[in-house]
């Protein structure tokens, strides 16, 4: 059974509360995990969920949801928004990806279910997405990566509902978006979106275990213009435009070829071309071995790299992305 919030999400007025996720083990013997959440409701409009904290040590997306709840009265709304600033609490707290009770990754536990916090989290979601009109994830690179500021969408569903993810896409505005291919993970919270019919813009802003201010501002001002783009806030959205990328294959995804020490020099958002150097790998169990040269099988831009330059064999480095025209992701001519 789902959890139950503390607060009731349709009235009118804003509310603040919790899910109340009911766990018993060496640490919780007895009472709930409280998971934050705040229902704001300014008319009869649509409906809004905005998430973050997914992983626990993506800050950037914890920074702006918690801002946005805390800034937003229900005069500035003409529909409903959820807020689940801190959405993964466990792991929220921890500073970690995944939670430290049951070590599961909420992006791949929906539907949900009851055998654990984490399958609970996604289940309480899951039940709310049948009243969402429009959601937005917002995401950063965590502790180990750095990602180029942009919007991820999935390249999923019929013509028409491709169009409004295409259309909120734009709306957000970021500088990128990255187009997940149809194979993606059912078990995230997009692909539960994509189950529901309910346009999802996620994100990854910054990252490398820091708060990067200028990928703050992209996701504040992108998350308040799709809201005002969905008629969920007041105003008219301002026009923005958005440049969409996608990873053809797997080659461009760049791993460790080795254990050691990564000397990567290549930054986010840079165009590189197919042979450049990626990143030089020292080994640290014998000094006599030279480095490895790691080189791009692609050309591409770079949409995040690693920032924990310690890694084991098979640790993705960076990964790549190559234009895709809106005709393309929207599968005209198909």
């Given amino acids: 059974m789902a959890p139950a919030a503390s607060i009731d ?26 998971v934050p959440i705040v229902a704001i409701v300014g008319g009869s409009g649509p409906t809004a969920l905005v998430t973050a904290g997914v992983h626990g040590d993506e800050y950037e997306g914890l920074v702006i949801a918690r801002s946005l709840a805390a800034r937003l009265e229900p005069g500035d709304l003409a529909g409903r928004l959820i807020v689940m600033p801190a959405l993964n609490w466990p792991a929220v707290e921890a500073r970690a990806r995944t939670s430290p009770i049951d070590r599961q990754n909420l992006n791949r536990a929906f539907p949900g279910g009851s055998d654990g916090p984490t399958a609970l989290i996604a289940a309480f979601v899951e039940g709310l997405l049948p009243e969402i009109d429009i959601a937005i994830d917002l995401h950063s690179g965590g502790t180990q990566s750095s990602y180029t500021p942009c919007g991820y969408v999935y390249a999923m569903g019929s013509a028409e509902f491709r169009a409004r993810k295409l259309a909120a896409a734009h709306a957000f505005g970021a500088p990128v978006t990255a187009v997940v291919a149809a194979t993606a993970s059912s078990g995230s919270l997009s692909g539960a979106c994509e189950r529901h019919g309910v346009p999802m813009v996620a994100t990854e802003l910054g990252g490398g275990a820091r708060l990067d201010r200028a990928a703050q501002a992209i996701g504040e001002a992108g998350t308040l213009n799709l809201l005002r783009h969905a008629g969920v806030l007041h105003g008219a959205p301002v026009p923005t435009r958005t440049t969409f990328r996608h990873t053809p294959s797997r080659r461009a995804h760049v791993m460790a070829p080795i254990d050691g020490l990564a000397e990567t020099v290549v930054a986010p958002g840079e165009t590189v071309e197919a042979g450049q150097l990626v990143a030089r790998v020292w080994p640290t169990d014998d000094l006599a071995r030279p480095p490895v040269e790691v080189r791009f099988a692609e050309a591409g831009m770079v949409m995040a790299v690693r920032t924990m330059p310690m890694v084991k064999r098979g640790d993705t480095l960076c990964h790549t992305g190559v234009p895709m025209s809106d005709d393309d992701f929207l599968g005209v001519g198909r």
């Fill in 9 to 34: 999400l349709k009235a009118p007025g804003k509310r603040i509360g919790h899910i109340e996720l009911v766990w018993s083990d060496d640490a919780h013997a007895y009472g709930v995990i409280p």
